[in-house]
């Protein structure tokens, strides 16, 4: 059974950076996908970064790249999103989730993936 914990979120100011984990167990960590996921409330997720365990191919949404940062440590079966110049508008509760496959082309759509974690609070104040 694939199972996903994120964990890292919490409170800071804008300008200020946090690094979220997601810890997976279930499956055989360099045959998968996993993606970043962020809500705000009265918003739709959000699908903002991605890596393939397998080849090590990333994506970033638009509205991250330059700021976010995805990486994995495959000994830990564990990816990471360093998340720096936070702002505001960053604040939702973020996701991971994975899928069976390597490649990112279709990172931000959630049905693209199979499996989900709980989430992460993340806040960002002015």
Known sequence: EVHLV????????????????????????????????RQAP?????????????????AYADSVKDRFAISKDNAKDTVYLQMN???PEDTATYYCASTYGV????????????DWGRGTQVTVSS
Do not use: H, M, N
């Open 42 to 58: 009265g918003k739709e997720r959000e699908g903002i970064s991605c890596i393939s365990t397998g080849d090590d191919s990333t």
């Open 6 to 37: 994120e964990s890292g979120g919490g409170s800071v100011q804008a300008g200020g950076s946090l690094r979220l984990s997601c810890a997976a167990s279930g499956f055989t960590f360099d045959e998968y996908t996993v993606g970043w996921f």
């Open 103 to 114: 490649g990112c082309a279709f990172y931000s759509t959630p049905s693209y993936y199979t």
């Open 85 to 87: 110049r936070l702002e």
